[in-house]
């Protein structure tokens, strides 16, 4: 028994993602048409030549036919899948095992959500018909117990947390404006983001991510078969995913300062992946920053800092796109915005333009090398104490 | 000796000053306050409030739990039953609903006192009317709850009940149609001169029941539609002893008024005291009892003064949109769905009794309850742990502004409870100011919202105050 992962066996040969913004004059149907031709188009194949497709959508539709049918995919065999906000990443985890199972030569894992459609605010979740003693809570009011109890287990006051989450949102709106897929391109003032609205607890707005319409896609082959099809393919390192027990919600020991089940998918993907200093391998990183207070844990979590030192190293400009660590790169799913089941699959857009030096001299990061070629992505669904976790590690060599 | 063995009220949290009405409605209102019923409770969550202070001081169960209210949640179908299950009650103790009117309750009290075995008489009411009305201004929201009973060492008689009497009249002096929101009244003078002799009847014939004369009355407390009533039947009756009726503070309480002036006599009554309640309702119902030595033994719950004095404003506003009288724009977030009923009947326990499991291992309790053990180890092997009169403490908190609220913004915390567990879970009757780390909290059972008429119950956290 044990976790042992994929590394080297897959390859990623195109990608296509649309931009992630409020489209009203686009359905679901376009949404997956425009991601699915923009990776047929960046892979070099035929629609026909994809032998097996996985279809991430939260709430968009049912069934493979969601995707099958706006494509006119014929007699392919066509998943849908769902892990709440790791819905896109889990079509990409299904899909690489397929491959390298041996079934297939050739799939596509889409992710594409219609959250604009609703007419309400943030994201919604319709649950199956229960009992009624559920919570009702938004995501943003769960995450909004975890800035406070993280200054206070770490004695930050909480003018330094105000100042460390308003810099994460400050990073990522500069990284989106320098974007033309992002939901917002618009830098914003910390007076701005700490003088928002409150939407929970100390949350404001700006410490929350855009919600989007948005799809993104990937077409991946056996690793020996890559060069057929791509000169300069991403090969996947590590798929880690772990799904909590909700034990956090009811265990009296759970602080609210860290995320356990991320801590132990990174565990998990660095074993995979053979990485053993995550902060001197990996050249970047998209991470799930749902919230601001988020994505300063996840620094964390992930071990790029030491517990209770991220809020600083945050502060220091460490994870800025030009610092030591470049973390959400493209705006992450603050200024990029969060079509649900799109966003994991957008975080590994950004990791296939940036290792490959194909994000553009605005947005090019310069920590990749040939010693340092390792690109991050995590995705998460759930909130804290009740939580899904997906890592990926992509890289630009085989091992 | 057959009589009361236990008793209990309960008085929701807020208070409407009535001098706030006439500036929005044009006139109505008056001087004083009146209770009011928060956006998450009704008649059957106020009743099982007042019942679960009153089971606790017993070692017995009822054999019986009569409801009555005015305005219950269903009608089709039995609301005592949920009542039934919070309060834990054994499944052989039948729960019936009394009716619609403020005399149901009454009726209880008096057939559990002409019958056997034990019964446990619970009522709420929340009291509303058109705005600016006497009813919208003079009523008040409560719960109470009575248990009639032989004297037993597990349920000692507190106030024998010696003597009873009641007249019965047909004429209209308020009426509602079923399912309408509100009431009508007729004209006060006209109710007045109806009940003063009925009242008076009915006095006099129960203390010839009881075989007292009315100057061994220690005390009377009147039930009355209104204070005016009030007033002049205890002149008719020529009484100097009459209880306050507490109409500045709480307002008439409809069907649970009876349950809080008897409640109210047997809180100020000394062993031996006879005391007697006079409720005037579609005729006259009077019940003459005489505290027992062990009278003290049952101030265990906070009392009706107490809770009258407690309390904290709401604005007039805020008292319309919960009552539904102003409709105020929601978050614009999903509306909640419906509870199942399949789901909702097989978490009885949990939904209603709020019983948690605990792993006989490791100790640990899972709110909610699991089959199988945190660790994934043992199946099916918990013991229950009820948890509804168990405190706890704010682990964390924080205000959701956007969350879908019939009274937005919700405050939510996650507490610990005493001896282990812990739940995140609305805090209720609290302003979000008032909420700190480390505060000490009970349970308490509300109603989460009603969709399609199905009111959703479930537990939330109360602040201890005081």
Redesign the interface.
Known sequence: MGSHGIKDQIAIIGMGCTRFVEQWDKGLDDLIISAADAAYASAGVDKSDVDAYWFGTAQGGMSGITMARPLQLQNKPVTRVENYCATGSEALRQAAYAVASGAYDIAMALGAEKTKD?????L?A??P?????G????A???F??VS??YGQKYDVSSDEMRQATAHVAQKNHANGARNPLAQFQREVTLDTICGSP????DLGVFDCAGVADGAAAVIICRAEDAHKYCDDPLYIKALSFVAG?G?G????D?D?TTFPEIAACAIDAYDQAGVTNPSAEIAMAEVHDCFTITEVVLMEDLQFSERGHAWREMLDGRFDRQGDMPVNVDGGLKSFGHPVGASGLRMLYEAWLQLRGKAGDERQIETVNPERNLALTHNLGGYP?EMVSFIAIVGTELD | MRGITAWATYLPFRRLDRGDIAAVAGKGGGRGTRTVASFDEDATTMAVEAGRWAMRSLDSQPDLLLFGSVNPAYADKTNATAIHAALRLNASCGAFDLGLSPRSALAGVLLAAKGAGSALVVSGDIRTGLAGSVAESAGGDAGAAIMIGDDSPEAPVLAEIIGTSSRTAEFVDRWRTPGEPHSKVWDEAFAQTMYIPLGSEAFHAALVDAGVEADQVAAVAISAPTPRISAASAKNLGLSNVVDDFSQIVGQCGAAQPGLMLAHLLESASPRDIVVLVSLSDGADVIVMRAADAIAAGRHAPTVADQAAAGAPVSYGKFLSWRGTLQVEP????E??R??A???A??ND??FGFVASVDPVTG?V???PLRVS?D?ERTDAMGQRPMADVSATI???????????PSPP?V?A?V?FDG??????EVCDCDESEVEIGQRVDMTFRL?HTVDGIP???WKARLQRG
């Open positions: 609703s007419g309400f605010q943030g919604n319709t649950p018909p229960n009992d009624g003693t919570r009702t809570l938004t943003a009011a769960m909004s117990m406070p109890a409150t939407i929970a607890g027990n034990s919600l009811t265990d009296p759970y609210y104490g | 978050p614009r977030r999903p909640p769905q509870v199942s399949t789901a909702a097989r978490s949990w939904k640990s899972h709110l909610p945190a994934g682990a964390t908190f924080t205000i959701d502004r956007v969350a879908f609220s919700i939510f996650v610990d282990g567990g812990r739940l995140p879970l989460l959703n119950y479930f």
